[in-house]
Structures are given as C-alpha cells and as structure tokens.
C-alpha cells in the first residue's frame, strides 16, 4: 500500500467562536476540500475534541475557498490502484473512515451546523446532510454525481435519504444533476439561504441561540430525534414518553417551568 502523504498545512482549522461556540473549518481550498483520509480523520478528531467539552454548546462546520467539499479525493483514490490488491483495503479503510465520521456526528451531543459557502457534492453534500443544521449561500449547488463516472453515490445516500423525500433522492442520485440552494432548502436539505457574506454570520447567531438554552436538554433531545427516527411508530412513542419522563426529572427542566410561570430567565445548571 502506497504511503500517505500530509500536507504542510493543516487540513481542519480548529477555532473558537466564543466559548460556547467551536468553529470547524475544512481547509484544502485548492484541493476543492477534497475528504482525503487525513482529513476525514482530522475532521473527525476536531469533532471528538469538542464533544465533551461542558463549555461548547455548538460547532459549526465552515470551509475556505470557493468550494466547501468536493467529496472524495478521486485522486487519492485513483493512486492506490497500483497497490497488489488494486485499492481494496485503502478503499475499505476510506470508506469505513468517512462513515464512522459522519456517525460521530451524529452522535456527538452538540448541535453541527454546517456553514456552506460553496458547492457542495458527493461526501461533501453527504456531510450537509449528517450535520444537525445547515446554512447555505445562495450561490452554492448539492449533487451527488457518482453515477456520471460509474461510482454510484451509495454512501452519501444514506444521509441524502434520511434528510429529503424519497423521489428528490433518487432524482438526485440517479440523475448526478446539481440543485440549487433554494432547492435544496424545500428538498429539506438545508435550514436556510443567505448571502454568502452572511452564511457563516446566520451560523453564527444559530449557535448562539441554542447555547442559551440547557445543555443537557440539547443532548438529550438530538440523541432521542435521531434513534426516535428508525423506530416503528409506537415503538418511536413509547420511547419518546420515556425520554420525556426523564427529561421532566432533570433538574433544567424544573427550573425552565418556575422560569417561565414565573416570567424570569432560566438559571441552567446544565443538569
């Protein structure tokens, strides 16, 4: 197998918006943020890095250049053809990689906002669809274009088919044709669509409103949307009841009821 290479700078910038917000940023402009295996892995440690910490209430996810991610780096890729078993385990590895980072999303107990500013395709339109919230500039474009070059789009269909209506899946994943953003927002692909001058600014003032509220009730309430969401329908309200029966125990959700009957800002304890 073919030795990776790093590049000099670093592939995810990791900053803070203030201490309540993480900003992570893709950072292969001219690679088009191409998801190479470094950077899923250093995406993925950026994620990891924040996911615990009891100051951050939100991440979002941003990019530098003109395109926030082209998917795969096909070229990558491409290389690792000349191993002896023509690509297999690198591709196995990428792939498995590349999942187990948008999992990590999903399971992380902060909200990600994605913050797009460019086009987004392949892996990269699949990481739109992973993050919990999405801001896009009215300029940018979804596609997953796999089956234009043989390589159907099979692991982005499955954030792509938990995110849009069945028929705009497949139209997409079948035709390989870009959307526009103001397509993509009633395909329910993305929140909203801003200037691009104020994509990461709505994030911004997005992550700002979910760090005034509890914590441990964000938490709570993303991990039980998402396993609520492969349930059978009773199944999903029994255990929705019992979510809600916790919740009402915690000791956020006391003080947000005194708080509202009695006309005062709550007092977190983020408990």
């Not at 991440?59 to 795969?72: D, L, Q, T």
């Amino acid at each position: 197998m073919q030795e990776r290479v790093r590049f000099s700078e670093p592939n995810v910038l990791q900053a803070r918006i203030d201490p309540a917000i993480a900003l992570v940023t893709l950072n292969r402009p001219t690679a088009r943020n191409a998801l190479s295996r470094d950077m899923i892995e250093d995406l993925r440690a950026a994620i990891d890095a924040v996911r615990d910490d009891s100051a951050v209430a939100a991440i979002i996810v941003a990019a530098n250049g003109p395109v926030f991610s082209a998917g795969h780096d096909l070229k990558e890729l491409t290389a690792h053809r000349s191993d002896n078993d023509h690509g297999k385990g690198f591709f196995s590895e990428t792939m498995a990689a590349c999942s187990a980072l948008m999992q990590a999303i999903v399971a992380c107990p902060k909200p990600v906002i994605a913050a797009v500013q460019g086009t987004a395709t392949a892996a990269g339109c699949q990481l739109v669809a992973t993050c919990d919230l999405a801001v896009a500039a009215a300029s940018a474009e979804f596609a997953t274009p796999g089956v234009n070059i043989g390589l159907f789009c099979s692991t982005p269909m499955v954030a792509l088919s938990r995110n849009v209506a069945p028929k705009h899946a497949m139209e997409m994943l079948l035709l390989g044709a870009p959307i526009t953003a103001e397509t993509a927002a009633a395909y329910g692909l993305v929140n909203r669509v801003v200037a691009k001058d104020d994509v990461l600014p709505i994030a911004i003032d997005m992550a700002r409103t979910i760090s005034a509220k509890s914590k441990a009730t964000v938490a709570l309430g993303k991990a039980a949307f998402y396993r609520q969401a492969e349930m059978p329908l009773a199944e999903a309200y029994a255990f929705a009841a019992e979510v809600m029966v916790e919740n009402m125990l915690r000791a956020d959700a006391a003080e947000g009821i005194c708080a509202f009957i009695e006309k005062r800002p709550p007092n977190w304890k983020d408990a």
